[in-house]
Nanobody, 120 residues
Framework: QVHLEESGGGLVQSGGSLRLSCAAS????????MGWFRQAPGKEREFVAA????????YYADSVKGRFTISRDNAKNTVSLQMDSLQPEDTAVYYC?????????????WGQGTQVTVSS
């Protein structure tokens, strides 16, 4: 399994921006579809965005479409999530995930998460 480590979380005011990064190690990065998920207090973990192996296709939850952008750099083994126009409802722990099979409901590898807090 690939090891994933997120960074870039923090506290931001409503309307602000943050950029999350996820560094992968221990696997061939380009073999993995990468995704971002989030879990807010008292809620189930939910899909945020995903990007295919070469980065030619990306997918977003309706709640973040137009505000968040996922990207990857296969040379640096990283995937990023640019988050703009953040709202208090975006407050959650954000997780990076990877899977060789594709965009599946049960990604096989997960990071430990990074907290994003949006104040109103």
């Amino acid at each position: 399994q690939v090891h994933l480590e997120e960074s870039g979380g923090g506290l931001v005011q409503s309307g602000g921006s943050l950029r999350l990064s996820c560094a992968a190690s221990g696997g061939i990065f380009s073999n993995y579809v990468m995704g971002w998920f989030r879990q807010a207090p008292g809620k189930e973990r939910e899909f945020v965005a995903a990007i295919t192996w070469s980065g030619d296709s990306s997918y977003y939850a309706d709640s973040v479409k137009g505000r968040f952008t996922i990207s990857r750099d296969n040379a640096k083994n990283t995937v990023s999530l640019q988050m703009d126009s953040l709202q208090p409802e975006d407050t959650a722990v954000y997780y990076c995930a990877a899977d060789e099979r594709g965009i599946v409901p049960d990604f096989g590898s997960w990071g430990q998460g990074t907290q994003v807090t949006v104040s109103s």
